[in-house]
Each structure stands twice: as structure tokens, then as C-alpha cells.
């Protein structure tokens, strides 16, 4: 490169332009020669390209040099000097970060006598105290850009170091110092740096830090290192409402457990809540490569997440130290599977332990390598490694602690890997050719249009009600298939279950649109799929499962508008030649009075569709221009509401069914039927 484009002053950077289109008429002024490069010094090339080094000029940029100041900050807390740090925002966009650490020190650079140390971390890339390991183990990065980036972007920087009872000041301005490092005087009781800044309106335009984010990196920070405390203030001004305190002091002594537990809150566990900390082997020249934390859970239904950290910088995209944690997690489920004689713990996969974990991770190590300047990733090497010895050991004396919640944790995961397999049966399964004829279970009896809006399956419950509908129904639009009794519960029945059940067999045939991945609206061979049980305790259970069974394989279905309850009558009234239906008691109440008083009024209860005559069954339940129908909606926006109420209705656990009854035993009304 050198001999190219010549030598370059250090710290700054070289730009060539491009030479004139090679088929353009040769000038004078055309030549390329040493006048056209271009030396950008000290932090210019910060100023003219800010996302090389933050990834952009957008609202996570601005808040990526607040994770930088306070990343050093929590580097002298995690290096055992500083216990807190204050985190202020004030109006006009100014934010200053204030430690009790050892301060940056300011005596003169032995490489730039005429510059303070001080200065030459804020004002030159590639300057810090972290490339040698011997001033921090561990630190947040080791590209050495982060104050000076800062410095470099914010229209007002200011440093206060308090070293050896002494204060001193210094000002800077896009990069550039106002004057001299100043003594301000003795200070007895104060140490550490305070940085103060405004991010600079030519770079971000009218961008201003926002306070909830803010605190929620405060708060990550304080968990992430449990020797800290955080004390926040912002602006009241700022907050303009919302839970944000504008005060407040942040430690959690429980570091990752407190903050997975404040996350989950009460959601249902698989098994206790696992959380734990350990040194990582040693390196090959026998310094100590770091330490690792870690908090897991597994839950009944969520959505599945695993937030890491390296030196308590967020890894969003994750990495090696992910890697190691994910290898510990699943060799020791399938060695304690191999343990417990159970075989089917041979076909778990990481997936399978991923699809219904909530984890943190929060790695401390020496000398770590990000993928890029804004270090969403990490990719040490021996990371991996580390990590998993370092939690396998632990996660191997977890399960063996408690046999109990060791075996339902593995039969959950080998749940989850069955419904992996079975999906993926389904979805190899080749799709049947148009030519052929569409298998269809035998008892259904189908209708004769082929337009699917304009039809419907109705679903009763047993032979002889699917006797009655047979007969009551229109044959053109019309289809009838009857179920044999309850079907099966697949919110608490296993994949292989599933898959062996004749009777959800037949019904995902006669439906002919697939189920879980394989669902495709464009073949469901229905408008209308309507629930028809009886109108009484038994029959809402069967409708509950079915109900159940959409929502778990085929939510679509709902989500969509084609699922339907049936309204049949509980009751049938007569006086003389008038006969009206009752839906249930109350209905009952209301419509004796209906009849003439003085006249003896006839009650007719149906044990079940099935007794009911084809003709009271048309005209009350199936006829469109007479019958009520509910539509069964499940609400996107209470989609976990709806979760945690199937699991805990129809799901494994019969203790969440017995706690529901407790709860809403006081609103059932006896009634004399």
C-alpha cells in the first residue's frame, strides 16, 4: 500500500480520487499525482465517515456512544475500582457519566511529553489502557475508539479526572481541545472520571437521547455486574410521563437470576429457574481467562430468547461464548437421558432445547474479538470452549440435584424434539397429484358443490347425532362427519399421540388443508367448519377440545373466520299446536312466558342431538336462514393471555385447572334443571 499511495502520518487516513474515465480526452489537469491524496488527521475521519466506527448516524447510533462512556465506567467497576456510577441526563441533550474509579490518568505520555495522557486518549484512534491486559483483565473492548469517537462526534465534551486529591478539567469541541488540561484544585473526597457531553446536531440533526432507553441500559448494566450500583437522574422535563423514575439507584445483588425473574415474572416452569456463576479454565499461560453467569428457565409457553453479553457489552447477533453455553446445555441433557435408560433423549438437538428457553448469559473475558466496531458479536475462538466447560460441570450437578425436575424437564425437551420430527414428516410427506382421487374418511358424508365458500362441515358428536344432521342437512352444501365420543386432548397428549389418533386423522382428511406447517387456507375444502355438540356439560367439553385442537395445529383456521360453534336448543316448549325452543334454563324463564297464562305448558329436555327429530335439529340449529352460530376468534394482540389460558385448561398440569376452579368457583350459579 505504501508503495502506492506513499506514507501516511499515523493516525491519519489516506483518500485517492478517482483519475478521469480512461475513454475522456487527456488534460493537464487530469494527472493524478501527490496533490490528489488527501491526509485526514486525528479525528477527522471520525467526522467524515461516523458509521466506520458506530454504525451509522440513526437513534441507535446516538444512544451507541452512551453504551461507550458508560461501557468504560463499567470497566473500572468490573476491574474491582470503582463501586458506583452516575448516569445524568439534562435538558439540551447533555448526558455525563461519573465513576468512582481510579480516573483516567493525566500525566504526560512518555511516547507525546507535550500532550497528557488525557488527551491523547480523546483525541487519537487506537489509545487506551486495555491492549496490554495489565491495567483490566477484562474490559468492554479493546479497539481503543470509544471516548475518542465521542469526542470526535459531540458538539460540547467535558472531563473532570480526580487523581491523587486533585481535580482536573478539560474541554473539548468536535474532537478538538479548548485549551489546556487545567488543575482546579484539591479535592479530599472525590475520585474517578466524570465525562459530559452533547452529541453534535451536524452529525445526528435533532436526534435527542431518550430517557427510557437510557435506563434500560443502566438497568442491564446494573445486573450484568452485581458489585455496581448505578444511581440514575434525568430531567423531569424529559420524562413526559410513563414509568421512567426520575431517580433512582440501580443494584441487584441476584445479578442474572434477579433480572431473568423480573422478565418472566409468573410464568409457568418446566423446572425451577437455573442460575449460577463459574470461573473459566485457565489459559495457556495460566492467567485466569475470565468468568461466565448465567440464569436459564424453561417455560411452558413463551417466546423463546438468550441474551448474552461479553464484558457486559450486549451481543445481540451472539457468538462463540453462545455456542459453549448452547454444547453445555445439550450434551448434558442427552448424558442424563443416557443416564436414566431413556433412549428417546438420543434425538434431542439444540433446537429442541432452544424452543422454549429463556435465558441471559454474561461472559467475562480477556482480550475479546467482536465482529465489527459496534461489537454485536463475538467471535473468540476459545470461547466456546471455555464456556461449555464452564457450565456443563454446573448443569451436570443441577440435574443430578433433583431427579424429579431433571426427568420432566428431559420429557419436555423430547416433547419438543417429537413435534420437530413429526413436522418434518409432514412437510417431506409429498403432496398427492391433482389426477388422484382424494382420499376422504368413510364416514363422512360429503356435499355435492365444490365452490368452498359456499359449503360447510358441520362436527357431531357420535353416530346417532350424526344420524339426525345427515338427514337434516342440505345435501348440496352440507357435509356431516362424525366423532366418536372425546377426542383426544393434544394440549397435554404427546406429537406421537397425535399422530397416531384415527379420529383428528380423519377430520385433518376431510378438511383436506394440511395441519401445524403444512396448513394451506387454498385447500381447506370448507368456508365453514361449525362445532355441533350437545347443549349440555359433556358436550361443551368436546367442543373444548375440539376448540383446542384448531388452535394448537390449525390457529389459522380461527384467525381466518372459518371456525364456528353450533347453538342447539337444551329445551323444547309446547302449549297445543305452538312449540318454541329454549337455548339453556334462563332462556327457558324467559320464554314460559311467552304462552298464555292459565294453559299447561309442556317441557321437553334432549338428552342429546340424537334424540332430537331431524326436523327440530334443521330448524333450529342448521337451516342459515334460522340458526344462531358463534364464531370462535382468538385475539392476536391477546395472544399470550390466550396461551396461558389453553395450558392452563387443557393442558399437562391439572393443578393449573384446580387453581382456575378455586378462582372461579364464587361465579357459578347452582340452578335446578
Sequence with gaps: MNDLFGSTPKGGKAVARQPAPRDAAPRDDDAYSAKDIEVLEGLEPVRRRPG??????????????????????????????????????????????????????????????????????????????????????????????????????????????????????????????????????????????????????????????????????????????????????????????????????????????????????????????????ADLPAAPDGRPAGRVEWAVAWLEESDAFLHSYCNTVPTAQGGTHEAGFRNALLKGLRAWGEHRANRRAAQITAEDIAANLVAKLSAFIRDPQFQGQTKEKLTSPEATRFVETAIRDRFDHFLGGDPTQADNLLSFVIERAEDRIRRKELKDTPRKSATRRLRLPGKLADCSVEDASRTELFLVEGDSAGGSAKQARDRATQAILPLRGKILNVASASAEKLRQNQELKDLIEALGCGAGERFDRARLRYGRVIIMTDADVDGAHIASLLMTFFYREMPDLIRQGHLYLAQPPLYRLTQGAKSIYAMDDADRERKTKLFKAGSKIEVSRFKGLGEMPPSALKETTMDPSKRTLLRVMAIREERAETNELVESLMGRRPELRFAFIQEHASDVIDVDI
Design 52 to 277: 466506520m466506527y458506530i454504525g451509522g448516524t440513526d437513534e441507535n447510533a446516538l444512544h451507541h456512544l452512551a453504551a461507550e462512556i458508560l461501557d468504560n465506567a463499567m470497566d473500572e467497576a468490573v476491574a474491582g475500582h470503582a463501586s458506583f456510577i452516575e448516569v445524568s441526563l439534562a435538558t439540551g441533550n447533555v448526558l455525563s457519566v461519573r465513576d468512582n474509579g481510579r480516573g483516567i490518568p493525566v500525566d504526560p505520555h512518555p511516547k507525546f511529553k507535550h500532550l497528557s495522557a488525557l488527551e491523547v486518549i480523546l483525541t487519537t484512534l487506537h489509545s487506551g489502557g486495555k491492549f496490554g491486559g495489565k491495567v483490566y483483565e477484562t474490559s468492554g473492548g479493546l479497539h481503543g475508539v470509544g471516548s475518542s469517537v465521542v469526542n470526535a462526534l459531540s458538539e460540547v465534551f467535558d472531563v473532570e479526572v480526580a487523581r491523587d486529591r486533585v481535580l482536573w478539567k478539560q474541554s473539548y469541541a468536535r474532537g478538538k481541545p479548548l485549551g489546556p488540561l487545567v488543575n482546579a484544585g484539591p479535592t479530599q473526597n472525590r475520585r474517578g472520571t466524570m465525562i459530559g457531553f452533547k452529541p453534535d446536531p451536524q452529525i445526528f440533526g435533532d436526534l435527542q437521547f431518550l430517557p427510557a432507553r437510557l435506563y434500560r441500559l443502566c438497568r442491564s448494566k446494573a445486573y450484568l455486574f452485581k458489585g455496581v450500583k448505578i444511581r440514575w437522574s434525568c430531567d423531569p422535563a424529559l420524562l413526559k410521563g410513563g414509568d421512567i423514575p426520575a431517580e433512582a439507584e440501580l443494584h441487584f445483588p441476584g445479578g442474572l437470576r434477579d433480572s431473568l425473574e423480573d422478565d418472566i415474572g409468573t410464568a409457568v416452569r418446566v423446572a425451577p429457574l437455573w442460575a449460577g456463576e
